[in-house]
């Protein structure tokens, strides 16, 4: 399939902004292979562009990222040109959602079942959170990595330690492990994918 500039943009500079992180060897394993299979396209979609209120709080997260500058900024240009195509949706509620929470959210796949590339094997998408807002805990089989565009803070293991990745940095979640994030008087923004391969 041809894949849209827009779209390769987004890919090429996530993967330029994960380089620059200073990541672990582990968690550049994780993003060399899904990288590598990003050089294959997937299968062209045209979801219905959707909003959600968090998303209210998006260009002023997107300028926190730019004034980051280098690989930072460039995603988040690249970020804005897709955002109005996205379909912005709110996590599914479960058992230990805070009633606030749900508002105070959004998620897009923009790779991935309900993105605007379907493909199988992985999903790379952007989560968006309002100041003062906290996601809840979870765990999931595939693993996971995050460029973070913003202050926020991310923890592992039910009662594992809050730490800050800062802006341009990156979190890495092995297979199951629980873990949450929240964001600060700032909004949050990150962008994350997951590994699907081995666990579809």
């Not at 979609?45 to 959600?52: E, V």
């Not at 800062?166 to 949050?188: C, E, K």
Request: glycine content about 8%.
């Amino acid at each position: 399939m041809v894949r849209s500039s827009e779209v390769q943009n987004f890919l090429d500079t996530t993967q330029a902004a994960f380089d620059a992180s200073g990541a672990s060897d582990a968690a550049r394993r994780v993003a060399d292979r899904i990288f590598a299979a990003t050089a294959t396209g997937g299968a062209a979609a045209l979801p219905s562009p959707a909003q959600q209120p968090a998303c209210t709080y998006l260009d002023a997260a997107l300028e926190g990222a730019r004034s980051a500058g280098g690989p930072i900024a460039a995603l988040a240009d690249a970020l804005a040109v897709l955002s109005a195509q996205l379909a912005w949706s709110q996590r599914p509620s479960g058992p230990e959602d805070e009633t606030a929470f749900k508002d105070r959210h959004a998620n897009a796949v923009v790779v991935g079942i309900n993105g605007l590339e379907t493909r199988s094997d992985l999903r790379i998408g952007i989560s968006l959170m309002a100041p003062a807002t906290r996601y809840p805990d979870h765990r999931h089989p595939p693993e996971e990595i995050y460029t973070v565009l913003s202050p926020g803070e991310w923890k592992q293991g039910v009662a594992g330690p809050w730490r800050s990745p800062g802006i341009g940095g990156f979190v890495h979640n092995t297979p199951n492990i629980v873990h949450a994030m929240r964001s600060t008087d700032m909004p949050l923004l990150a962008v994350w994918c997951l590994w699907i391969g081995d666990t579809a």
